[in-house]
């Protein structure tokens, strides 16, 4: 199936600093969503972006869902230890849900 | 609050063994999916359901089935487990695609190891 390309793969960060992370595609979706997968869990939605162009922020978190359709990216400020984490997107077209590989951040004390 | 429930959170079964992985939703979601997630492979799609006693194949069906006889229950069936089949076990539901706004919920996952 398809898959999302999301950018950078794995981020090493001093807490407190900023981190940004995006999925890109070839194809235009209707939904673009965000999740932290914590180790040995299963994914929690932290993000649902449904309009192109959409700014939603939930805390230190803030996504955008791209103008384009195409693509979407996560911020989160000023990192904390419990940021540590696998962050992926999702995008959905009609009944089916194509998602990134995965961004996996560590957060240095 | 949103719930998606998979039954057994760790098993460990033995090659040729015939295991079910259970999952409820409380969301009166259509749509159920199963997905396996494997390092470095990310989520693949097994089996989805759109409706009671509905199934569509995804992209990894070979030696899985998938039983859906109530709307809010839907299981995965390994007919004779093998080796190659441990993995992390996602169960996940949502609305119909043609509905606006959709969003896909995940259960806690299952971690299936074959001896």
């Known amino acids: 199936g398809q898959q999302l390309n999301q950018s950078p793969q794995s981020m090493f960060i001093q807490e407190g600093e900023d981190v940004s992370m995006n999925c890109t595609s070839s194809?235009?979706?209707?939904?673009w969503l965000w999740y932290k997968q914590d180790p040995g869990e299963g994914p929690v939605l932290l993000i649902a972006?449904?309009?192109?162009?959409e700014l939603t922020s939930n805390g230190r978190l803030t996504a955008q869902f791209g103008i384009t359709r195409k693509d979407s990216f996560l911020n989160i400020s000023a990192s904390i230890p419990s940021d540590v984490g696998i962050y992926f997107c999702?995008?959905?077209?009609?009944?089916?849900?194509?998602f990134g590989t995965g961004t996996s951040l560590t957060v240095i004390p | 609050d949103v719930k998606v429930t998979q039954s057994s959170r760790y098993l460990v079964k033995r090659t040729g063994e015939k295991v079910f992985l259970e999952c409820v939703q409380d969301?009166?979601?259509?749509?159920m999916f199963w997905y396996r997630q494997d390092p470095g492979l990310g989520l693949r799609l097994i089996y989805f359901?759109?409706?009671?006693?509905?199934?569509e194949k995804g992209d990894i069906p070979e030696g899985y089935s998938v039983s859906r006889e109530k709307k809010e229950r839907f299981s995965l069936i390994l007919e004779s487990a093998s080796t190659n089949q441990t993995s992390m076990y996602l169960c996940?539901?949502?609305?119909?695609?043609?509905?606006?706004?959709?969003?896909?919920?995940f259960g806690e996952g299952s971690w299936l190891t074959v001896v």
């Open positions: 999702a995008a959905n077209t009609g009944n089916q849900f194509y």
């Open positions: 972006l449904y309009k192109a162009g």
């Open positions: 996940a539901s949502s609305f119909p695609g043609w509905s606006s706004g959709n969003t896909i919920y």
């Open positions: 194809s235009i979706f209707n939904t």
């Open positions: 969301m009166d979601h259509e749509n």
């Open positions: 359901s759109y409706d009671v006693k509905m199934k």
